[in-house]
């Protein structure tokens, strides 16, 4: 991760955290709400204990992992045109009324997305604040649409851990019904061979008589 991605990261937290304790102070706010300090939250992005990848979150699918629960958090409108397969749907709105925090208490994994990433990440923090434990689909649906429904087969030269993970996604695609793997990237400019440029013939001095 860069340092500048986690300072930005870091720093929306903080905020976060206020809008967090505002809500438990709320109404709305039918749960306890749990201590969890910046230093803590900052620890768990550290650790990757935030997010998983659409690779992690379509074997967990695949292999029906149980207590899984996938949320999407965008509009009914999007919800309803395309959905990650077994996602509920509890927008933003709604996301912490008290027939959605129940069904995120417990054990469940609970995994956020949104098309981007933004709201699933602001999600994560108010949820941790109210003691239910998520993690965000990196990229949102935007790439899971990109890396699991349409994957991009790899170059020619690249290590065998991307051709593995081309492979896996190539499979996703299939089980997901995706709309087929795009072509790899082909760059038909073959690199101009130098010219060699040959020194020009030097005249021979005419050797002086004797």
Same mark, same amino acid.
């Given at each position: 991760m860069k340092w500048h991605t986690l300072l930005d990261r870091r720093?929306?937290?903080a905020l976060l955290i206020i809008l967090g304790g505002l809500?438990?102070?709320s109404p709305a706010g039918l749960r +306890?709400?749990?201590a969890v300090s910046p230093q803590q939250l900052a620890e768990a992005i550290i650790n990757e204990q935030d997010h998983l990848t659409a690779e992690e979150l379509a074997a967990w699918l695949i292999d029906k992992k149980p207590d899984l629960l996938v949320v999407d958090m965008r509009s009914a409108?999007?919800?309803a045109q395309y959905h990650i397969p077994g996602a509920v749907h509890i927008p933003f709105n709604r996301l912490f009324e008290a027939e959605a925090l129940e069904m995120m208490a417990g054990d469940k994994t609970v995994v956020l997305y949104s098309n981007g990433? +933004?709201?699933a990440a602001q999600a994560w923090v108010l949820l941790k604040q109210q003691g239910i434990d998520s993690r965000v689909l990196l990229g949102g649906?935007?790439?899971w649409t990109a890396a699991i429904l349409n994957p991009t087969a790899p170059g020619e030269a690249v290590a065998d851990a991307e051709i593995l993970k081309y492979e896996f996604r190539k499979g996703a695609a299939g089980y997901f019904g995706g709309s087929g793997v795009a072509p790899a990237p082909h760059d038909?400019?073959?690199p101009a061979k130098p010219k060699v440029s040959l020194p020009p013939a030097q005249k021979k001095k005419a050797r002086a008589g004797c």
């Open positions: 720093f929306g937290v809500l438990a102070l +306890t709400a749990t409108e999007e919800y990433g +933004t709201h649906l935007n790439y038909s400019t073959a």
